[in-house]
Nanobody, 121 residues
Framework: QVQLVESGGGLVQAGGSLRLSCAAS????????MAWYRQAPGKQRELVAS???????NYAASVKGRFTISRDNAKNTEYLQMNSLKPEDTAVYYC???????????????WGQGTQVTVSS
């Protein structure tokens, strides 16, 4: 089992910055991808950014150039630095970990509890 603990959400004015953190613990295999998703009221959950163990990153077009995802493999922790925040970034942000057990061929997907980010205009 894997636990994901998020921190860093809050209220910020448009143009401001926030940094989210997500610490993973438990049975984490070496092959994994960490990601951030978000869900605004009345909308579907969407991928914000992802990063592999090797550091390959992927971003949603709406956040590219403003958000930066990073990770510390030794601490099993990922970060999301959010700059130039806009009101449309307001959402609950969820940490996600996908990990692959090469021994069994099984893939496991885990979610954090979510942290609220509110950007005021």
């Amino acid at each position: 089992q894997v636990q994901l603990v998020e921190s860093g959400g809050g209220l910020v004015q448009a143009g401001g910055s926030l940094r989210l953190s997500c610490a993973a613990s438990g049975n984490i295999f070496s092959i994994n991808t960490m990601a951030w998703y978000r869900q605004a009221p009345g909308k579907q959950r969407e991928l914000v950014a992802s990063i592999t163990t090797g550091g390959y990153t992927n971003y949603a077009a709406s956040v590219k150039g403003r958000f930066t995802i990073s990770r510390d493999n030794a601490k099993n922790t990922e970060y999301l630095q959010m700059n130039s925040l806009k009101p449309e970034d307001t959402a609950v942000y969820y940490c996600n970990l996908g990990t692959y057990d090469s021994g069994s061929g099984s893939y496991y997907n885990y979610w954090g509890q979510g942290t609220q980010v509110t950007v005021s205009s």
